[in-house]
Structure formats: structure tokens, C-alpha cells
């Protein structure tokens, strides 16, 4: 595992590999997760958020080795970690707000303040009426915690329509295992703000950005 950087924050991504490559590209790593459209994601690369998470990534991606291992494909998950630099990073310890995210480029779905939330939930549920046929009455009064879990493309339209931000950390249930729930960062792929990749238990291996 990688040590934490200042300025910066600890992220986590799954390799879906065929046994023990020499190098693996760090696109290729991004976090699956229910309900979500790849073709809205171009540009963006989702890796897993936290101590607590991470672990539960580890041990998903352990089993899913055990029950693939005799597999004629892919049968291995590898954890990828790295250091993802945040411009004005002591700004992402207090409630995300519009001045901050101007400033960081972050937003945290459990660590933003009312004002943003409430902006970014009504956003969320126009895109989900008008996209998805939902009567606007079934999730008017859904968190925007649970919209992210329920709606995750929205997380990748909020990209397109805000172009200051530049990561959210939000909710998933990941393909890897869908009957959990994860928090994520999803970010603008940027290889500048990448810093110290490897894979966890197997340094050896080449990390391509």
C-alpha cells in the first residue's frame, strides 16, 4: 500500500487480469458499478474511497479470484493504489459549497453542505424524469446518498454539467459484488494529478497511466 502524500488523497482501483501481468494500464482499472453506462463515462476513471472500503474491495476482489481462478479468461482482481493530488486540499475538510469547489474541484456526497445539495438533488431529479420515465413523486424526497446508489449515471452527468468539479466521492454497489455498498471517488482522468501507483502485494508489476 501506498504512503499517503500531503496534499493528497489515497485511492484504490480493481485490475481484472489473466494471472500475473507484467504492466497493467491504469484505464483499464476503473470501478464497475450497478446501473452504470459506461458511454457516459468517457474521460472519468472511479476508484474506491477509505480505509473501511477499501478493505471490503480487497476482500471482494478475493473471493472473486476464488471463484474465477479456473477460469479460461480473466481470473484474477489485483488492487491498483495511488495518490490523487487535490488543488487546495485543506478546503476538502469543511462542507463542500460552491466557493470550495471552485477552489478544490471536490465534492464529497456525505461531507457537503445544504445549499449545494439541495442544488445538485433537483438537478438529479429532473435528469431522472426526464431520462428514465420516473414519476418525479417516487424520488422528490430521495437523499441524494440514495439517488447516487439508485441513479449512479447521474454522477457523470453532474461532470458534463459542472465543469468545475473535478471529483466526487458518492456511493456504489459494485459490480464485483453488487450486494454491498461502497464509497467511490469518480475523477476527470488527469495522469498529472496521479502520483506513486502500484499493486498492492505485487510492486514488481508496471502501472501505466
Not at 56 to 68: I, K, M, P, Y
Request: a positive charge; hydrophobic letters at 40%; proline letters at 3%.
Amino acid at each position: 500500500m501506498v504512503a499517503k502524500q500531503r496534499d493528497m488523497i489515497q485511492l484504490s482501483f480493481l485490475a481484472h487480469t489473466r494471472d500475473v501481468p507484467e504492466r497493467i494500464r491504469l484505464r483499464d482499472c476503473s470501478l464497475g458499478f450497478a446501473g452504470h453506462n459506461a458511454e457516459l463515462s468517457t474521460g472519468l476513471i472511479t476508484g474506491v474511497y477509505g480505509g473501511s472500503a477499501k478493505q471490503a474491495a480487497l476482500v471482494a476482489a478475493s473471493r472473486w479470484t476464488q471463484e474465477h481462478q479456473r477460469a479460461a479468461g480473466l481470473n484474477r482482481v489485483l488492487m491498483v493504489d495511488l495518490n490523487y493530488r487535490v488543488d487546495n486540499f485543506h478546503l476538502t475538510r469543511e462542507q463542500a459549497r460552491r466557493d470550495t469547489v471552485a477552489e478544490t474541484g471536490w465534492i464529497h456526497f456525505d461531507r457537503i453542505g445544504a445549499a449545494l445539495r439541495d442544488e445538485l438533488r433537483d438537478q438529479w431529479v429532473e435528469w431522472i424524469v426526464r431520462d428514465t420515465g420516473t414519476r418525479r413523486a417516487s424520488v422528490a424526497d430521495e437523499s441524494l446518498v440514495n439517488l447516487a446508489l439508485k441513479y449512479p449515471d447521474c454522477v457523470a452527468k453532474t461532470f458534463q454539467h459542472e465543469k468545475a468539479v473535478r471529483c466526487i466521492v458518492h456511493p456504489v454497489n459494485p459490480a464485483i459484488d453488487p450486494s454491498i455498498v461502497l464509497w467511490a471517488a469518480t475523477l476527470r482522468y488527469d495522469k498529472t494529478r496521479f502520483e506513486d501507483a502500484s499493486v498492492r502485494f505485487l510492486p514488481h508489476i508496471q502501472i501505466q497511466l
